[in-house]
């Protein structure tokens, strides 16, 4: 009997993990596992904020892929998944060439969201890869470097505006705290000179978590010389100038800056639309087994599917712990289906939420319970570690976890 192709599009958190566990599950004569990547390595999204900020190398942030998969057991493509056609059940790759499969899972992650928002896209930069973070770092110590050339006359050079308070931007806006001494310090800056400032459409910080967790991130920033503006929308960015405003009304206001970046939210892949799919944002509400809606041989997770909270009765936030728990469902119902089993229900365990604010201070809730500072620092980094066993690879604590 022919072996079936399974297919694994993306090796990001969703993928990667897919891919791992089905090489453990299905023994070599069971199937061929493909996995395809824009990349011949992994970055860990979580971890972007802080090559972003230059406070973590880049390096640290990325796994290459053939250092984690087995090479007998799983083919790894190296391109650029322009669409789905699950007719002829191919996919169709940028540089023209195709890969048939059986089953297919789709892990290709998010895009930033810009919402229609004039000039932003253009304008404005976004932690979403090692490339566009690694672009912003060099950016800001560019513009630093610029303002002493043009004799410290020009602020919007140390100007840094930062769009959203979710957790992207709270992140972000915690590691450039920590980096803003060193910048000052190595192109001779005064700290004064130079602005973070935060647009925030909504009156609070991280909408919709726990007040007084919110309320602690919004002191902490605060208190580290950051902006906050806070009710106030995005409402366009032209190059090196942001209009902003409460998004009910005309009222508006600019900032001249010269690092203008963008965490207002994500969606999924433009590569689901594309394909076909019903989906909103890109994101597809699966079945209860991670299914397409109506495909049998189509599987969806992590950021480009949609799982429903039956407490909220909205779907639940995308996260990396989300795409994880799916990739292990999918792994093993897609070996049951080729066992010629039935495939088991996704059920979310919600392990608790935690965010950095720099280096050594945090906010989160664990197993029901608010920690702040220190405590949730330390909890960061257990839960970023984490990751490197989910992968199966514990030398990869040592090499590249945070201590
Ligand atoms: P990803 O992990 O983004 O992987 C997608 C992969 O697909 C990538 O390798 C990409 O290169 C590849 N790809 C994309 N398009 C193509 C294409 N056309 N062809 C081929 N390959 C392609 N979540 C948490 O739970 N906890 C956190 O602490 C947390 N922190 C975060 C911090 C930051 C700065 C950001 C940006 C997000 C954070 N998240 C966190 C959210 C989390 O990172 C995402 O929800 C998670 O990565 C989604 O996993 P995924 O597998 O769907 O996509
Ligand atoms: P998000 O959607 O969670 O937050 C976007 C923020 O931008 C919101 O606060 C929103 O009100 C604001 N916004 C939207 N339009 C705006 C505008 N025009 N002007 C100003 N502000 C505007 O997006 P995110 O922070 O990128 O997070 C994406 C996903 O990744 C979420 O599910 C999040 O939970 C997850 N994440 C988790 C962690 C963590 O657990 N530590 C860290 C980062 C991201």
Redesign the pocket.
């Known amino acids: 009997m022919k072996r079936p192709n399974i297919v694994i599009l993306g090796a990001g958190f969703g993928g990667l993990i897919t891919a791992v566990n089905l090489q453990k599950t299905l023994s070599a004569g069971d199937a061929n596992i493909t996995l395809i990547n824009k990349h011949d390595y992994h970055y860990q999204t979580?971890w972007l904020?802080e090559p972003a900020a230059g406070t973590m190398k880049p390096e640290q942030a990325r796994i290459y892929i053939n250092d984690v998969v087995n090479p007998s057991r799983v083919k790894f493509v190296k391109g650029i998944v322009d669409r789905v056609d699950t007719t002829t059940k191919q996919v169709l790759l940028t540089d023209g060439s195709t890969v048939e499969f059986d089953y297919v899972v789709f892990a290709l992650g998010?895009v930033?969201?810009t919402?229609g928002?004039p000039g932003?896209k253009e304008n404005a930069m976004t932690?979403s890869s090692l490339n566009s973070v690694r672009k912003i770092k060099n950016h800001i110590e560019y513009s630093f470097s610029e303002y002493k050339s043009n004799n410290s006359a020009d602020r919007s050079y140390v100007t840094i505006v930062v769009?959203?308070?979710?957790?992207?931007?709270?992140?972000f806006l915690g590691e450039l705290v920590n980096r803003i001494p060193e910048l000052c310090k190595q192109y001779d800056v005064p700290r004064e000179a130079v602005r973070i400032v935060n647009?925030?459409?909504?009156p609070t910080?991280?909408?919709g978590f726990d007040p007084d967790l919110t309320t602690y991130a919004q002191k902490w920033l605060e208190r580290n010389g950051v902006e906050m503006k806070l009710g106030?929308?995005?409402?366009g960015v032209e190059p090196g100038v942001v209009t902003?405003g409460p998004?009910q009304g005309d009222t508006t206001e600019t900032i001249h800056a010269n690092t203008i970046i963008w965490?207002?939210?994500?969606s999924g892949s433009p590569i689901i639309e594309k394909s076909g799919f019903e989906a909103v944002r890109n994101r597809v509400m699966v079945e209860a087994d991670n299914r397409a809606p109506g495909h049998d041989n189509v599987f969806i997770i992590g950021?480009c599917s949609a799982v429903m909270d039956p407490v909220s009765n909205r779907p639940?936030?995308?996260?990396?712990?989300i795409a994880t728990q799916q990739a292990h469902n999918v792994a093993k119902n897609i070996a049951a289906l080729i066992n010629g089993k039935s495939t088991s229900k996704f059920t979310y365990e919600s392990k608790g939420?935690?965010?950095?604010l720099g280096h050594n201070d945090g906010i989160?809730i664990v197993m029901g319970k608010k920690i702040f500072g220190r405590n949730a620092s330390f909890m960061?980094k257990v839960?970023d570690n984490k990751h490197f066993l989910e992968l199966k690879k514990y030398g990869l604590v040592l090499k590249k976890g945070k201590f």
């Not at 106030?232 to 409402?235: L, P, Q, R, S, V």
């Not at 965490?263 to 994500?266: L, N, S």
């Not at 639940?316 to 712990?321: C, D, E, I, K, R």
Request: no cysteine.
């Open positions: 979580t904020h998010g930033p969201e919402f928002i932003l932690i769009g959203g308070a979710g957790f992207t931007g709270i992140e647009i925030e459409a909504a910080v991280l909408p106030n929308g995005i409402k902003f998004l965490t207002g939210g994500v950021d639940y936030p995308p996260t990396a712990q939420t935690v965010a950095s989160g960061k839960i």
